[in-house]
């Protein structure tokens, strides 16, 4: 039973291919550009575990093997590479990989102004840092979270997962 209390802490997000990449690992501490809170109007919240089971078809426990960030128009995200450590509900075996995403992450200036579609919203952030060089936009990052740390790689977590509409992705099977 202790393991299944872990469950409800771990409901992740899936998303669409990313806009612009970069690996959440190189980021340096100390090199936070900006720090936000990201909101996500589809996450479901459940009250006991029971519920939460119920409405998800794989529960995997794993272990992150790698974080890449990316942004698609502001929009923070990482990708984490999740080794699987023990299929528990699922198909699966130990040893698959799977990608799940996450609406937060860290990706650096640069990137976070390069995502914008909208020529106003990119002129708004390219003003906001004006006054840094091409190579500190590289190297300073920002920072969107829910409220939670960031995942990072050798983070270990049991995964609720249910498969996404079909109109949410591109991909044949997609879990969120």
Request: net charge negative; proline share 3%; aromatic share 10%.
């Amino acid at each position: 039973m202790k393991r299944i209390v872990l469950a409800g802490i771990a409901v992740s997000m899936l998303t669409s291919q990313p806009v612009c990449s970069m690996a959440a690992e190189t980021v340096q501490p100390g090199k936070i550009g900006a720090y936000g809170a990201a909101q996500c109007s589809y996450a479901k919240n459940y009250s006991d575990v029971e519920t939460l089971l119920a409405d998800t078809e794989l529960v995997v426990y794993g272990e992150v093997i790698h974080v890449r960030g990316f942004c698609d128009s502001g929009t923070i995200w990482s990708d984490l590479t999740v080794e699987i450590k023990d299929p528990m509900s699922s198909a699966l075996k130990a040893g698959d990989m799977l990608h799940i995403y996450e609406q937060k992450g860290q990706v650096s200036v640069e990137d976070f102004i390069g995502s914008y579609q909208d020529p106003l919203l990119k002129e708004m952030w390219n003003m906001r840092y004006a006054n840094e060089t091409d190579q500190e936009r590289a190297e300073t990052y920002i920072c969107q979270t829910d409220g939670t740390d960031l995942t990072e790689a050798g983070d270990a977590s049991v995964y609720c997962l249910k498969m996404a509409d079909p109109w949410m992705t591109e991909e044949e099977t997609v879990y969120y």
